[in-house]
Nanobody, 113 residues
Framework: VQLEESGGGLVQAGESLKLSCTFW????????IGWFRQAPGKEREFVAS??????HYADAVKGRFTITRDSARNIVYLQMNNLKFEDTAVYHC?????????WGQGTQVTVST
């Protein structure tokens, strides 16, 4: 395992969650890391990514989600505020752009109305 997601759960609309992506290895330490999500019946989509300092966000999450990176501990966080029902999905971390060998189980985020 080179990347591991955690922090998902069941919350009500308007609440917050913080996801963690822990990764290992020099290659990943030097890579941009992104969060991606896949809702039931939908294609996997980009959520946010971070390099050393530059961040990118999908329009759907701008202003609500914040991605940060602890380079000393090799962890990338995704702080998700004001969650909406449509944020329900399995969230995965990977390099950005993603590479096939790094897809893992992901962490389930379920937002109830």
């Amino acid at each position: 395992v080179q990347l591991e997601e955690s922090g998902g759960g069941l919350v009500q609309a308007g609440e917050s969650l913080k996801l963690s992506c822990t990764f290992w290895g020099r290659t990943l330490s030097a890579s941009d890391i992104g969060w991606f999500r896949q809702a039931p019946g939908k294609e996997r989509e980009f959520v946010a990514s971070i390099g050393w300092t530059i961040t990118h966000y999908a329009d759907a999450v701008k202003g609500r989600f914040t991605i940060t990176r602890d380079s000393a501990r090799n962890i990338v966080y995704l702080q998700m505020n004001n969650l909406k029902f449509e944020d329900t999905a399995v969230y995965h971390c990977n390099t950005d752009p993603p590479q096939a060998q790094y897809w893992g189980q992901g962490t389930q985020v379920t937002v109830s109305t």
